[in-house]
T-cell receptor, first 113, second 116 residues
Framework: EPEVTQTPSHQVTQMGQEVILRCVPI?????FYWYRQILGQKVEFLVS????????KSEIFDDQFSVERPDGSNFTLKIRSTKLEDSAMYFC???????????FGPGTRLTVL | QKEVEQNSGPLSVPEGAIASLNCTYS??????FFWYRQYSGKSPELIMF????GDKEDGRFTAQLNKASQYVSLLIRDSQPSDSATYLC????????????????FGQGTILTVHP
């Protein structure tokens, strides 16, 4: 069964450093999403992406964040200058259409020291 | 501000019992509703979705939607210890023109424990 994959599973970084989280969505899906979950808190929407551009973003998704589909399979989330409060699980998801179910990847645990 | 609320629990039921998980949401606009299960340290895993008022059954799971009361629930019949997890309710809203932007708004989740 097709699945969303994410790398790395765990990323440790120093405050102020740039990180890139990578995702490979399900191959025939067209819509891609990033969510995050701070430990013990709700899953929060960050951004949705379709046709090589952002469809919607939350207030969390400020200028420190960017997304890119660098090739036909990868979808990345870049955090330019990490803060302590960026420590969270970051989940990538994909869906065939906007109305379809979103399938989540296993997540990347980001720890900012 | 569109909100999704769940009782965080924990909800404890004996093996074989029916577990009932509830979710309310704040805005009457057109929506789709999703139930996800999340084991500790893992990602959300889809259980089922519901779009229309009434009940929808899938194996041991039944989702119930009442749009007038802004309420959606998940029933788990014959609960098993392996069902012990956090259950997340998620809502996808559409705008007045019926366009969905894909964003899922999650509740805080209900922790379910099924004890043998």
């Amino acid at each position: 069964e097709p699945e969303v994959t994410q790398t790395p599973s765990h990323q440790v970084t120093q405050m102020g450093q740039e990180v890139i989280l990578r995702c490979v969505p399900i191959s025939n899906h067209l819509y891609f999403y990033w969510y995050r979950q701070i430990l013990g808190q709700k899953v929060e929407f960050l951004v949705s992406f379709y046709n090589n551009e952002i469809s919607e973003k939350s207030e969390i998704f400020d200028d420190q964040f960017s997304v890119e589909r660098p090739d036909g399979s990868n979808f990345t989330l870049k955090i330019r200058s990490t803060k302590l409060e960026d420590s969270a699980m970051y989940f990538c998801a994909s869906s065939g259409t906007l109305g379809d179910t979103q399938y989540f990847g296993p997540g990347t645990r980001l720890t900012v020291l | 501000q569109k909100e999704v609320e769940q009782n965080s629990g924990p909800l404890s039921v004996p093996e074989g019992a029916i577990a009932s998980l509830n979710c309310t949401y704040s805005d009457r606009g057109s929506q789709s509703f999703f139930w996800y299960r999340q084991y500790s340290g893992k990602s959300p895993e889809l259980i089922m979705f519901i779009y229309s008022n009434g009940d929808k059954e899938d194996g041991r799971f039944t989702a119930q939607l009442n749009k007038a009361s802004q309420y959606v629930s998940l029933l788990i019949r014959d609960s098993q210890p392996s069902d012990s997890a956090t259950y997340l309710c998620a809502v996808k809203w559409r705008d007045a023109g019926g366009t969905s932007y894909g964003k899922l708004t999650f509740g805080q989740g209900t922790i379910l424990t099924v004890h043998p």
